[in-house]
Structures are given as C-alpha cells and as structure tokens.
C-alpha cells in the first residue's frame, strides 16, 4: 500500500489565504500593518536561503518586512542593541533571529533579549513555559506547522501513540508538548526518543504517529514503521548530489521511499512540513499585531 501524501503545500497555502484576508482586516478595522523585523547574523548560505523566503512570504500576504542582515563580526552587545530597537519599535509585532549564530554570540541571552509580547519563534522561556503550562503564547512554528498539518488532514491525536525522534528546543521538545495537552491536536501519548536511546526501532514501531525530528538522513527506514503509521517528516539535510542544479538535494529523516510503503499518511521533503515553518511565523506575527490592539 502507497501512503497517502500529506500536502504541506496545500495546507500552508490555504492558511496563507486565510492569514491574507486577517491581514486586510487588521488594516480595514484599525489602520495596523503586521510587521516583521529579521535579523541575519553572517552569511550562512542556509539561513540567508530561509530568511529570504521569510520575507518573501511576509510581503506576500501582506506583513510589512523590516530586513536586518548584519556582519557575522556583529558584537553580542550590538545585536543586544538592535533587539532593544526592535522591542521599542511600534511598527515591528514580531521579531526572528535567525539561527544558529556566530559562536561568540550567546543564544540564550540573545532570545531572552527579544519581548515576549514580540516572540513570533516563540523561542523563548516565556513562551516555551507557557506552551508547556498549556497558557495561550506564541506557539513555536515548526511544532505549531505539525500539528495543523495533522489536524488539517483529519489525523486524531486523541489517545494516539506519538513518538518523537529528536529533544531539541526548536521541535522535538515543543512538539511533545503540544501534542500531549488537553486541547484539540493533543491528548496523545508521548514517547520522546534521542541519540541516547536504546534500540529506537523498538520505540518507533509502537508509534501510531511517528515524528522525525533527529536532523540526519536515513534515521527512520522500513522496518522502523509500524503498518499504518502517520509518518510526519521533520528533516532538512542537505546531501551532496552533483546532478542536482545547485549541488545538493534536501533529504528527510526518513527513507520516504520505502517508508511510503508501510506507512498510511506521510509528508514528503521539499513539501511537507517545511511549508508550514514559515506559514506559522507569519500567523505568529499576524496574531501579535491582533494582540497589540486590544
Ligand atoms: N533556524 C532554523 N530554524 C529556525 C527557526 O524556525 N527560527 C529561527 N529563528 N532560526 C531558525
């Protein structure tokens, strides 16, 4: 049996759609813009790929975008400054620093820098603790992009076993949260699995909804999946194709190919959750703006 493809195209467009006609209503009602500021630090290739397809999306619906590419010499206390500007700034309803940062630059003062009224990542210890509490907050976007792929192709995670592949702070740690929280989308059972666990396939073929969020290729393959399975794929890994245009090929954590085979619903890569990454930041940003005028 060919698994049936969950489309994070489809859905990330059609949210996109409704984010549009919220954005023109904002503006009708009371005169606001949902704006976003970006902030890049270096040059990343990657990251300067992911922040220009931010922007791009902002401007599509509509969110003013305020574009901050600064030198990857930038001091910690410099990108401090610029943040300070950014929370005072009345145009600006949410702020993204794009990660990872230089080295000398410490993450977590940086993201606790941000106002957590202004948080779209929802990277912060406010949010994150809020999320956890089940309090309403900025949602971070990748978890909050899975769960309304799930729900938006008919998946119930009531009572479901979910297990999660990978405990960062960006996906694996929110993503559990959420999906275990007595709301629509959660009331699952949560196994949380990572590098340290001991013969993984022994956890993930018990899982009714598997999420693979362990940042390398080739981590779920058959024989990993139970029958049946939701098969929700997290993984960007770019793996070096000479054939490709631009040298390399974005891969999954799962060996889609063979994992369609057993799975019943599963999301590819490009087009999956990717999509909605970028989707939920801009609900995220839409939503602050609702918030600033209340
Ligand atoms: N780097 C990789 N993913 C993300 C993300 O979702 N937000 C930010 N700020 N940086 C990232």
Known sequence: MAAQLIDGKKIAADIREELKANVAQLQKDFGVTPGLSVILVGEDPASQSYVTAKERACQEIGIYSDDNRIPASTTQE??????????????IHGILVQLPLPKHIDTDAVIAAIDPAKDVDGFSPVSLGKLMLGQPTFISCTPHGI????????VNTDGAHVVVVGRSNIVGKPVANLLFQKA??????????????????????????????????????????????????VGVNRVADPTAARGYRLKGDVDFDEVKEVASMITPVPGGVGPMTITMLLFNTVLSAKNSCK
Do not use: W, Y
């Open 147 to 154: 769960i309304q792929l799930l729900l938006r192709s008919g």
């Open 184 to 233: 629509l989308g959660g009331n699952a059972t949560v196994t949380i699995c990572h590098r340290h666990t001991r013969d993984l396939g022994n956890f993930t073929r018990q899982a009714d909804i598997l999420v693979a969020a362990a940042g390398a290729p080739h981590t779920i393959t058959r024989d990993m999946v139970k029958s049946g399975a939701v098969v929700i794929d």
């Open 78 to 91: 410099e990108l401090l400054a610029l943040i300070a500007e950014k929370n005072a700034d009345p145009r």
